[in-house]
């Protein structure tokens, strides 16, 4: 099993049901790799989830 660093675009672009980012993830999900992500991907995630849930941006 290797370690897989995962980009916050491969997992915005999965929640918009792209292809390509749903294969480069199915082997985490079923456990065949590990993955990890990073404060600032989270943070990326985070600020993308919270502007397409309101509507606004998530600083002023």
Known sequence: ???VFI???VI???FAGD???KSLL???FYGDEQGYIN???FSEVIFV???LLTGK???N
């Open 1 to 3: 099993m290797s370690l």
């Open 7 to 9: 980009d916050s675009n």
């Open 12 to 14: 915005i672009r999965y």
């Open 19 to 21: 292809t390509m980012a």
């Open 26 to 28: 199915e082997p985490i």
């Open 39 to 41: 404060s600032i991907v």
């Open 49 to 51: 989830v919270v502007k």
């Open 57 to 59: 941006r998530p600083t």
